[in-house]
C-alpha cells in the first residue's frame, strides 16, 4: 500500500535541538539536533514503513509574505549557530537514506508540504504530515493527517478532522481564520490585539470566518471587541493572509518522484559512526533485512492466576506498576516478571495475596533487577511488602551514564539503545485528568514489555558503567542508597499539623500589617500582588527611577526592587511582604496539604536521578528549600516533632565539606594545613590573603574571606564578588588574585580540570561520577563560560554528594547492625536528621559522626557537628 510521509525540516530540527542537550561527537562538532532528527526518522521508517517520502526545508530568511508584512517573523530570535551548524548534517543524513529533500526561494516548508500534499490528495494518495508547527492543522481532510510532536521529539499527537473538531470545536479550514484573529506571537502575525485563543473561537464557532466577523461586527457583544474589530480590521485580514499556506508553489517533483525504498545500510551505519551515533547502529537492518527491534515486536506474554516457584526464577526482571509522580499510597495496577522461563503479568491481588510472592519479594538471595527501586520498594512497603534482593535498576544506570540526557523514562532506555518494544507511559495511560487504566490485555502487554526490556537491557548498561569505570559507583553506592531512601521515604517525618495552622494565623497577621503599612506609604489601597499596578504606584505615583521595562508595562521583580532598596522607605516593607507571602503559600499551606492523614507525617520524595552533579533534591514537598536565612522560614522548622513521645530530633551537619574536598582534590599545601590543624577556614584565608596575623583578622576581612572561599569553586567572578561584597569590580579582582596567589594549587586545579574537561568532553568526582560538557567547545562565550565553571565546581559538589551518599549507607547498616530504633528521616544538602530514643542520645551523638567523618578517606579530616533538640528547629 503507498503511503506518503512529509516531514517539515526546520520544524523537527528545531524541536529535536532543544529537546536533547547540548551533545557533540568527538571531534568536537555538535550532533543533538542530527541525533534527535535521527531517532524521530528511524520511528516513522519502524512504524509507518513509508514508501514515498519528502523534507521539506526553508530556503531563507525572505519570503513572499515579508513583501505583505515586512516583520512577518520579525520577532524571532537568531537560530543558535550550534544548531545551525547542523543543519548540512541532517541534509547529508537524508540524502544517506536517499530520501528527497526540496526547499524552494521565497517559500516556507510549509508551503512546499501544502502544494504536495494538495496535489498528493487530488491523485487519491493518503497523507501524513509530521511538524512541530500548528500552522499545518489548516491542510488537514479526510485523506490528509498532521502528527504534530509534542513532549520531546518521538512522542506525537494525531491529528485527524476528528481530533481537530474535539480540541478547538472548528473545522481545519478555520484554523487560518483563528490566526487571523488571534494572531501568532511565534511568527508575529499581529492577528487584533486583546482577543485570545478562546474568543477567537467563540467568534468562529458563532460566524464562521474572519471576513463575516469582520462584516458583522454590530452582532458581536461588548463595546470593547466591537471598538478592536473595526480599528484592526486590516491587520486581521492580513493575518489571515500571512497564516495561509499557499498550496501552488512550483515544486518540480511528481509524488511518484519521492520514492522511497532501499537504502545502503554500510553507508547509513558509516555515517552514525562518523558522528557516534553507536547505540542507534543495532536499529539498522541486518544482512537478512530485520532490526534488532522486529525480532522483539511480537510478545508472549502469559497471564498468571496462580503463582508457582517457575514464575519466580532468579535473576528476573520486575515491574509493580504504580502510576504518577505521587506513589506513597498508590495502588500497584499490576505486576510483571521477566526471566529465562519467560514473561509474565501478574494481577495486584494475586501477587499480594500469594505467600510465595511475598516471600520472593523479601529474600536478598532471590535477584531482582528493576526500573527504579526507590519508588519500587516504597510501592511494596505500602503493601506491607519488604522488597530485597534488588541487584540491578535501569533507572540510575541510565542516569549515571549521562545525567545530561532530559529523560530516563523506560521507553527513552529502550529507544536510545535501539529496543523499540516498549511504549511510553502517556501513549498507554494518557496524562493529567484523562489519565487512565487500560483493560487488562493493554495492561499485561505493557507491563510485559517493561519488564522485557529491563532483561534485555541490563547487560548493556552494566556494561557500559564497567567501561565508564562507575560499576562501584552503582553497585556500592547508588544502588544501596535507593533502598535506604525507600525506607527513608515510607517512614517519613512526623508534623505538628496544629503549630502550622498556628503559624499560618500569625503570619496572617504578619501581612496585613505590612499591607496596611505599605498602603500608607504609598498614599493609596492597590493590590500589592498585581505587577502591573505595583509599578504604577512605585514609578508613577512615588516617582522612583525605573529600573527596567517589560512588554507589559515596570518590571518589579525582585533584583529590580533590591536596586532600588536605598530609594524609599517602602521597597524593603514590599520585599519583606512578598517573602513572607511566599512563605505562607508555599510552606505552611504547602505543608499542611501533603500531611499523610493515616500517618500524621510527610512522604517527601527524593529525586536520586536528576541533578547533574549527584546532588538528592526532594519534591512533594521540597524540604531542602525552606528559607532558613529568614527567621520566619526557620521556625517552620518547630512543626518537625519526632514520632514517639520523648524521642528527639538529631541533625548531624558536615562542616565546610565542599572545602575540604577541594583541599584534597587540589592537594593545596595551605589549605591541607589549615584543615589538619583545624583552624577557622575563613580566618585563615584572611590571613594569608591580607598578610596578617590572627589577632588582626577584622570581622570584615573575615566576611571577604568566606565570600571567596564560598565563591571560588564556583568560579566567581570579579563582578559576582563585587555585587556580593559591594565593593569595586577592582577591588574584587585584587582580591580574587592574592587569594590565588595565596593558594597556588587552586588556582592550578581550577586551570587544569578545565583543560582535561575540554579533552575528555567530561568531569569526574572522586567516584568516578562524570558530567558531560559539550558546551566546553562552544562557540557562544556565554555557554562556555558557564561550562568552565561547572568543570570546576562538579568534581567538589559531586564528590561532597557521594560522600553524604556514603554516610546515609553507613549509618542505615550500624543502626541495623546495633539494633538500634533510631531511624533516619531526612537529608538536606550537607546534612542528615534523625529521631531518637532518649536511652540512645548518647551512643547516636557518638555513632552518627563517626559514621559521618569515616565516609571517605581525604587527605584532610571531614567533621560533623551534632546538635539534638525536641524539634528539628532546636536541633540547628
Known sequence: MKKLILIDGNSIAYRAFFALPLLSNDKGIYTNAVYGFTTMLLKILEDEKPTHMLVAFDAGKSTFRHKTFSEYKGTRQKTPPELSEQLPFIRELLDTYGIKRHEATEYEADDIIGTLASRAEQEGWNVKVISGDKDLLQLVTDKVEVHLTKKGITNMDRYDLEAIDEKYGITAKQIIDLKGLMGDSSDNIPGVPGI??????????????????????????????????????????????????????PVDLGIEDLAFGEYDVAKVSAFFKDLDFSSLLNRLPDENGETASEELSE???????????????????????????????????????????????????TAVESELFVEWAKDETKKKWVFDAKRTVVALGWQDIELDGVEFDLLIASYLLDPSVSSHGMSDIAQRKGLSIVQDDE??????????????????????????????????????????????????????????????ETTGIKVDSSQLKQMGEDLSERLKALEETIHDLAGTSFNINS????????????????VKKTKTGYSTSADVLEKLAGEHKIIEHILLYRQLGKLYSTYIEGLLKVVDESTGRIHTRYNQALTQTGRLSSTDPNL???????????????AFIPSEPGWSILAADYSQ???????????????????????????KTAMDVFHVGESEVTSDMRRSSKAVNFGIVYGISDYGLSQSLNITRKEAAEFIERYLESYPNVKAY??????????????????????????????????????????MNTPIQGTAADIIKKAMIDMAERLESEQLKSRMLLQVHDELIFEVPEDELEQMKQIVPEVMEAALELSVPLKADVSVGETWYEAK
Do not use: C, W
Not at 467563540?202 to 471598538?227: H, N, P
Not at 564497567?466 to 559507583?473: D, P, R
Open 427 to 488: 501513549s498507554v495511560y494518557g496524562k493529567g485528568a484523562k489519565q487512565r487504566v487500560p483493560d487488562e490485555d493493554a495492561l499485561k502487554d505493557h507491563l510485559g514489555r517493561k519488564a522485557s526490556a529491563i532483561l534485555h537491557l541490563k547487560e548493556d548498561l552494566e556494561k557500559e558503567l564497567e567501561e565508564n569505570n562507575q560499576s562501584k559507583l552503582f553497585f556500592d553506592l547508588e544502588m544501596p542508597l535507593s533502598v535506604v531512601l525507600g525506607r527513608m
Open 624 to 638: 531542602q528549600n525552606i528559607p532558613i536565612r529568614l527567621e520566619e522560614g526557620r521556625t517552620i522548622r518547630k
Open 531 to 546: 505587577p502591573k499596578q505595583l509599578g504604577e504606584v512605585l514609578f508613577e505615583t512615588l516617582g522612583l527611577p525605573p
Open 750 to 791: 581550577m586551570s587544569n580540570v578545565v583543560e582535561e574537561a575540554r579533552e575528555k568532553g567530561y568531569v569526574s568526582t572522586l567516584m568516578q561520577r562524570r558530567r558531560y560538557l559539550p558546551e566546553l567547545v562552544s562557540r557562544n562565550f556565554n555557554l562556555r563560560s558557564f561550562a568552565e565553571r561547572t568543570a
Open 196 to 249: 485570545g485563543e478562546k474568543t477567537a473561537l467563540k467568534l468562529l464557532k458563532e460566524f464562521g470566518s474572519v471576513e463575516t466577523v469582520l462584516d458583522s461586527v454590530d452582532q458581536v457583544s461588548g463595546k470593547k471587541m466591537k471598538e478592536r474589530l473595526v480599528e484592526h480590521r486590516e491587520q486581521a485580514l492580513m493575518s489571515k493572509k500571512l497564516a495561509t499556506i499557499f498550496t501552488e508553489v
Open 299 to 349: 510478545m508472549d506474554i502469559e497471564l498468571v492466576h496462580e503463582i508457582s516457584e517457575e514464575h519466580l526464577i532468579s535473576p528476573a526482571a520486575l515491574v509493580a506498576e504504580v502510576l504518577g509522580e505521587h506513589y506513597h499510597h498508590a495502588p500497584i495496577e499490576g505486576f510483571a516478571i521477566s526471566n529465562k522461563n519467560g514473561t509474565f503479568f501478574i494481577p495486584t491481588t
Open 657 to 683: 565539606i565542599e572545602l575540604r574536598v577541594l583541599a584534597h582534590i587540589s592537594e593545596d599545601q595551605g589549605l591541607i594545613e589549615a584543615f589538619k590543624k583545624d583552624m577557622d577556614i575563613h580566618t
